[in-house]
């Protein structure tokens, strides 16, 4: 079974990286897409970008110049790391196994549990 | 970015009923919908994807409808785990973006 869980620190102090890790089990990262997305206090969710099998990555666009995901396949891992965080990154942060109809885009067919990110000083 | 809008925002049931949630996009997504349910403490649950084909192990009390704009989900006799929050998500296009959810409380 495919199992997925996130690590990393709780609380990020603002201007600072929020690093966060997703630990994959039951299926190898060298397939398919994986995925980070977050919940926002009040629902809110945003995709915010996947790594693929091959290494290659795309981010959304509202994330673009903060963001990055990397991986490491020999602990069949993968990383977000977001740059220069607010108070508004404060958000609960999923990863996910992103599938794909070719010609179309991603959702999300297992995901983490979730860890709760808070941004304050 | 393509925004979706889902209805209600809160829905109040009880277990043997049917409800509907939908989900509005801000232009034709084709069929390529998918909708997930949010349980605390659980991991987020995949649902239906494209419009209306049921993932593996979702049961058959759950569907979905819809192409283009307007889509649908419908549970009939509802039980007591479908409670909690349920989400669509527009798989047609990048970047990927979600409705605001409906939660499915207990009458």
């Known amino acids: 079974e495919v199992q997925l869980q996130e690590s990393g620190p709780g609380l990020v102090k603002p201007s600072q990286s929020l690093s966060l890790t997703c630990s994959v089990t039951?299926?190898?990262?060298?397939?398919?897409?994986w995925g980070w997305i977050r919940k926002f206090p009040g629902n809110k969710m945003e995709w915010m970008g996947y790594?693929?099998?091959?290494?290659?990555?795309s981010y959304n666009p509202s994330l673009k110049s903060r963001i990055s995901i990397t991986r490491d396949t020999s602990k069949n891992q993968f990383f977000l790391q977001l740059n220069s965080v607010t108070t508004e990154d404060t958000a609960t942060y999923y990863c996910?196994?992103?599938?794909?109809?070719?010609?179309?885009?991603?959702?999300?067919?297992?995901w983490g549990q979730g860890v709760m990110v808070t941004v304050s000083s | 970015d393509v925004q979706m809008t889902q209805s209600p925002s809160n829905l109040a049931a009880s277990p043997g009923e049917s409800v509907s949630i939908n989900c509005k996009a801000s232009?034709?997504?084709?069929?390529?919908l998918a909708w997930y349910q949010q349980k605390p403490g659980k991991a987020n649950k995949l649902l239906i994807y494209?419009?209306?084909t049921l993932q593996s192990g979702t049961p058959s009390r759950f569907s979905g409808s819809g192409s283009g704009t307007d889509f649908t989900l419908t549970i009939r006799n509802l039980e007591p785990e479908d409670f909690g929050l349920y989400y669509c998500?527009?798989?047609?296009?990048?970047?990927?973006?979600f409705g605001a959810g409906t939660k499915l409380e207990l009458k």
């Open positions: 996910a196994r992103s599938r794909i109809i070719r010609g179309t885009g991603y959702y999300f067919d297992y």
């Open positions: 039951g299926y190898s990262i060298t397939s398919n897409y």
């Open positions: 790594i693929s099998y091959s290494g290659s990555t």
């Open positions: 232009k034709s997504i084709s069929k390529y």
């Open positions: 494209s419009g209306s």
């Open positions: 998500q527009q798989h047609n296009e990048y970047p990927y973006t």
